[in-house]
């Protein structure tokens, strides 16, 4: 009778466990919305893995719900959420996760998302203004918190001016195009968002920083320590889903298909073939912690220190944590999908496996 | 100007009607009562006048079209938004909001109105605090609690009640303090137990400027709910039509907005009065004279 | 006996005795009656100070602990030494008076604007009734509505510069004042004016001699109202679209997750708000005294 018992809990024990190894549903934080405050976005498999689906699929099987919250403050309302305990996970830029890491925030980078986001610099289509320098003691619109700021104050510095030299106003994107429109502002930066209004002929680009890498931004995914020590298997198969939609997205066969997802968000066609055109999806979009990223990443916290953006020091390469990429990527088969990239952003290696 | 306007109420002796407060016969009553209906229109002319000159305006082109929509525009959002489900979605949820965080208000503001109002220490210990707390705008809270309470309805509920208390609590220690000295002299001599005097008499004698306190409140909670939605944007919310409004440079959707706000606040308004004039209508009369 | 020995002759003796004595007495009952007050006032204020510093106290040890212990994440929470830290660093570097005199300013000039409009606008709305006929329903709807539902459209005509925020300021002094002039004149006692009118006065004599000083206390209510909405309002605009002031100091630390510096905001705009709000209470009551006596 005992040994009956004992093999009964035994057997039961496994799927105690189990039951306790999943979590009742997986909070992902998404730092931006789509046009018209719609909570859908583009750009970097992340947003293209939320469009299709593909998290929800995967877990689906286990009875795991997967939750998207789109957040209009970006990352800065993600950083809220996130030490309020409302989220498990997050996609968002450098400047804020780094402002909240300093902060005591307990998170864990576990995929790198976008790189060589440029920042592009609006004004209105009759503005006299043709340079940065011109619009000194102007009025310009920057969503303060997220990493147009950063990419912003970097761009400044590598011209020897300051942020005094401007009127800075904090302008999430939507308020800043709207603003821009209306010339209540002087100009804005932002990012891709600008090109619409660029193609209905009512603004003007007068600066992007897309040839100039160390002045672009970063995108990340994110954990939070306390997931990541409770769920670490759905942590890896989170991971595992990501790197499957990435190497789809990284395959130049289908960058039609990709950008007609990125178009969901509202941006239309014009946008992202202006900001990606120019690079290779694979190299925009790698997921690796390369050298590139984490000299980059260290190089944002330095500036982002000397701004006084950024309260404390911490250790970049203890942050960005690759043991799920790496593991992913080999259970995947999917080493040499994504090329290394070198401190200046230039791929290390030639390029010899083929995606599948 | 006319100084002898500022005191011009006319007392009418049954039967017949008067004419600048001599007694006349009913012929002139009859012109005179529809000159008292003309001089009660004369608040209409103000607004009647600024919609003539905003219709032509809007036709002659003297401003901007793309800025200020015609009248008709507006009239025209308006049906459309009132046809509109989402709409009326935001209103629910507006009112909902502002309801739990009016109750809240509401609740501990009696409470810690009362405790200010009543007792000479609980006046010496929080009133200072109170009073600090309440220079500050409550708009400037909102970082903080949304940063303490998290970007969900919690959020909005907390700053409309964190908004809207420190009229309740004002009110609730005038109420409290006009029971007259006269009333707890009567109770001491009485000797009526401590308990009974506050329910029986202090609680009874502040009703009316209770009742201000929650006419009160509920202003400041639906001006409270607009302003969280307006600054914590999720979810849906009357406030919604303001940000769209502002975002695709549309006045008619801003005008449509502030249109509802008002008529709102208006609505809770005249139930309030109704409610007040109901329950306080079996107060004696020397109650009510007492505000 | 020996007590009647003493009373026969002490009665006499201790009578002069006592007149000494009682003199004495009453020279140190002088002494401390006066030392007694001053004692007595010292140790009623002391009490006042104590328990006006309780509660804060209280909830500053509260906070304390919190911190120290971790409940909360220090995130969001900062502990108390943190932001009087960040208080002191921004005093040092100017940041704090440098945003203060920017604020300052927009609220003086909207205080001002608003403030005189208002008191115009009520006087005459106090004293014509055929004004108030055709002023006041207008009037009182304009105030159901909040100056955040006004915003929007303030931005639309004035763009985000410093004119909408003198204009939403001015707008929110504006209110409050005109209301309470409005009732502080036309509530004055009908018998002013007729005595006015008995003497022939000139009428404007009346406005300046008679109608103002009668609804004096009611405007400075309003003008304290209005001072207290002013300030009021300037956070809410500088919270909406500013690149400068205390408010935007708020949205700073929002931003940027700095809740140390979202608190010192906080706090220095509390302490502002009840100086000036002291300030003006000192006003109204040195002006009352003066009323009474002259009254």
């Known amino acids: ?356 | 100007m006319s100084i002898r306007t500022v005191h011009r109420t006319v007392v009418r002796p049954a039967g017949m009607g008067t004419l600048k407060g001599f007694p006349c016969p009913p012929a002139m009553v009859r012109r005179q009562r529809s000159w008292r209906a003309l001089h009660a229109a004369r608040g209409a002319v103000l607004p009647l006048a600024f919609l003539a000159v905003w219709a032509l305006a809007t036709s002659r082109g003297w401003a901007n079209r793309e800025v200020l929509p015609t009248p008709v525009t507006v009239l025209q959002t308006i049906r459309n938004s009132l046809a509109d489900a989402w709409f009326w979605t935001g209103v629910w949820h507006s009112l909902a909001r502002m309801s739990a965080g009016f109750l809240i208000a509401s609740a501990t503001g009696l409470l810690l109105g009362v405790l200010l109002g009543a007792s000479r220490w609980g006046a010496r210990l929080g009133g200072p605090g109170f009073h600090a707390f309440r220079q500050v705008a409550p708009f400037a809270w909102i970082p903080l609690i949304s940063a303490w309470f998290g970007t969900g309805e919690s959020t909005k509920v907390v700053f409309i009640a964190v908004a809207a208390f420190p009229a309740m609590v004002i009110n609730a220690i005038e109420g409290v303090q006009a029971v007259t000295r006269q009333h707890s002299e009567l109770a001491r001599v009485l000797e009526i137990s401590r308990w009974r005097f506050i329910t029986g008499v202090v609680v009874p004698g502040a009703m009316p400027q209770i009742f201000t306190g929650i006419h009160l409140t509920l202003v400041v909670s639906w001006l409270a709910t607009v302003g969280a939605e307006y600054f914590l944007q999720i979810g849906p919310g009357v406030a919604s039509i303001l940000i769209e409004g502002r975002a695709l440079v549309r006045m008619d959707l801003v005008l449509f907005g502030i249109l509802v706000i008002g008529l709102v606040g208006f609505a809770l308004n005249l139930t309030v009065r109704h409610l007040e004039a109901l329950v306080l209508r079996w107060r004696p009369a020397s109650a009510q004279e007492s505000r | 006996m020996a007590s009647d020995a003493t009373t026969g002759f002490g009665l006499v003796g201790t009578l002069g005795r006592d007149r000494a004595e009682g003199r004495s007495r009453r020279r140190e009952a002088g002494w401390a009656r006066k030392a007694g007050w001053v004692w007595r006032m010292a140790r009623m204020g002391l009490e006042v100070v104590l328990a006006a510093a309780a509660l804060p106290l209280l909830l500053l040890s509260f906070w304390h602990l919190v911190a120290e212990h971790h409940w909360v994440s220090n995130l969001i929470l900062p502990p108390p030494s943190d932001v009087w830290r960040t208080f002191r660093e921004l005093l040092a570097d100017g940041t704090i008076a440098e945003n203060l005199a920017i604020s300052g300013t927009r609220v003086a000039k909207g205080f001002a604007a608003g403030g005189l409009l208002g008191l115009l606008l009520g006087t005459a709305l106090g004293l014509s009734t055929a004004c108030r006929a055709y002023l006041r329903p207008t009037f009182i709807s304009l105030t159901q509505v909040n100056l955040l539902g006004w915003i929007p459209l303030l931005i639309l005509m004035f763009g985000i510069d410093e004119p909408l925020k003198i204009a939403a300021i001015s707008w929110a002094t504006f209110l409050p004042v005109t209301f309470n002039t409005m009732q502080g004149i036309a509530g004055i006692a009908p018998k002013w004016f007729e005595l006015a009118r008995v003497y022939q006065v000139r009428r404007r004599d009346v406005v300046w001699r008679v109608a103002i000083p009668a609804a004096l206390p009611s405007l400075f209510t309003g003008i304290r109202s209005g001072l207290g909405a002013a300030w009021m309002s300037l956070v809410l605009v500088e919270l909406v679209a500013s690149s400068e002031g205390i408010g935007f100091m708020v949205v700073w630390g929002r931003q940027l997750f700095q809740l140390d510096l979202v608190l010192v905001a906080i706090i220095v705009i509390g302490a502002v708000g009840l100086t000036l709000d002291g300030l003006l209470r000192a006003v109204e009551w040195r002006l009352r005294r003066w009323q009474g006596a002259a009254a």
């Open chain 1, 1 to 356: 009778m005992r040994k009956l018992v004992i093999g009964v809990l035994m057997f039961l024990a496994p799927a105690a466990v189990r039951a306790a190894d999943l979590p009742k549903e997986i909070r992902i934080g998404v730092a931006g919305v789509g046009t018209g405050n719609r909570p859908v976005v583009g750009g970097a498999y992340v947003a293209t893995a939320a469009n299709n689906g593909d998290l929800e699929n995967e877990f689906k099987k286990d009875g795991v719900a997967v939750k998207y919250v789109y957040f209009a403050g970006a990352g800065p309302a993600v950083n809220e959420a996130l030490a309020n305990g409302q989220l498990d996970f997050a996609y968002q830029g450098d400047l804020p996760a780094l402002v909240a890491k300093a902060g005591g925030l307990p998170t864990k980078l576990i995929l790198a998302a976008g790189r060589f986001s440029a920042i592009y610099i609006g004004v209105p289509v009759d503005s006299p203004y043709r340079t940065l320098e011109d619009l000194k003691g102007k009025r310009v619109a920057v969503f303060k918190g997220t990493n147009l700021q950063l990419a912003f104050y970097n761009v400044l510095t590598s011209r020897g001016l300051k942020d005094s030299d401007f009127k800075t106003i904090n302008m999430s994107t939507y308020d800043g195009n709207a603003a821009l429109l209306s010339k209540d502002i002087d100009a804005q930066v932002s990012g891709n968002d600008l090109v619409p209004l660029v193609d209905r002929g009512v603004v003007r680009i007068i600066y992007d920083t897309q040839k100039e890498v160390k002045l672009t931004r970063l995108t990340h995914v994110l954990v939070t320590e306390d997931f990541e020590h409770k769920y670490p298997e759905i942590v890896q198969r989170l991971v595992n889903t990501l790197l499957k939609t990435a190497a789809w997205e990284s395959d130049e066969a289908n960058r039609g298909k990709v950008y007609q997802i990125w178009v969901k968000s509202g941006l239309g066609l014009s946008a992202w073939k202006r900001d990606y055109d120019a690079f290779k999806i694979r190299d925009r979009d790698s997921p690796l912690f390369d050298e590139y990223y984490r000299t980059h990443y260290k190089r944002l916290l330095k500036a982002g220190r000397e701004l006084k953006l950024v309260r404390k020091d911490f250790d970049i390469d203890r942050w960005l944590d690759p043991t799920y990429l790496n593991r992913g990527l080999k259970e995947l088969h999917l080493e040499g999908v994504w090329p290394e990239q070198d401190a200046e952003g230039k791929p290390k290696v030639q390029l010899t496996a083929k995606t599948h």
